[in-house]
Antibody, heavy 117, light 111 residues
């Protein structure tokens, strides 16, 4: 069965960096586009970034463009999100999700990122 | 790209039907048949309920249905059950460099 497991969240100071990982299993990882989505405490969902199966194209939300970098290692069935210049407003649970055409059919359980000011 | 507009809350009694709206623009909801809906219980990951406006994934109850008219998509839950109490989010493909936009979310309460 499809599984997505995120890790790498934690507490970081404003201006700091963090790298999130998402390990996939149960499907051919390289065949699928993947996304990161976040949810601030008590708030709604916000799409963050998207990467194709072969690294390009890549898209970012305006709120993270220039600070976050999405990448993947198909040999390791892994998706990454490098987050730099973190701000208090980046505090959220970060989910990785599998894209299937234009929807997200499987989601991980999420990893919490807390940015202290 | 602004978030799609959903009502903050919708409620209904067991057995009733409720409808959640999701209003966007011609650049997102109205421009593509790529609206999907997600159910999220507290502390849990979102779950896909409807894709491509009106299609149900395998395993999702047929009590859930989706539709679209112009710039507004809708999710209808019929025969409301206690387990349907959750937050619901719509999302749409935008075709722009900010590829997807989510709705503001709707809390469904079963009275």
């Amino acid at each position: 069965q499809v599984q997505l497991v995120e890790s790498g969240g934690g507490l970081v100071k404003a201006g700091g960096s963090l790298r999130l990982s998402c390990v996939a299993s149960g499907f051919t990882f390289s065949d699928h586009y993947m996304s990161w989505i976040r949810q601030a405490p008590g708030k709604g969902l916000e799409w963050v970034s998207y990467i194709s199966g072969s690294d390009f194209p890549i898209y970012y939300a305006d709120s993270v463009k220039g600070r976050f970098t999405i990448s993947r290692d198909n040999a390791k069935n892994s998706l990454y999100l490098q987050m730099n210049s973190l701000r208090a407003e980046d505090t959220a649970v970060y989910y990785c999700a599998r894209n299937y055409y234009e929807y997200l059919d499987y989601w991980g359980q999420g990893t919490l990122v807390t940015v202290s000011s | 790209q602004s978030a799609l507009t959903q009502p903050a809350s919708v409620s209904g009694s067991p057995g009733q039907s409720i409808t959640i709206s999701c209003t966007g623009t011609s650049s997102d909801v109205g421009g593509y048949n790529y609206v999907s809906w997600y159910q999220q219980h507290p502390g849990k990951a979102p779950k896909l309920m409807i894709y491509d406006v009106s299609n149900r994934p395998s395993g999702v109850s047929n009590r859930f249905s989706g539709s679209k008219s112009g710039n507004t998509a809708s999710l209808t839950i019929s025969g409301l059950q206690a387990e349907d109490e959750a937050d619901y989010y719509c999302t749409s493909y935008t075709g722009s460099i900010t590829l997807y936009v989510f709705g503001t979310g709707t809390k469904v309460t079963v009275l």
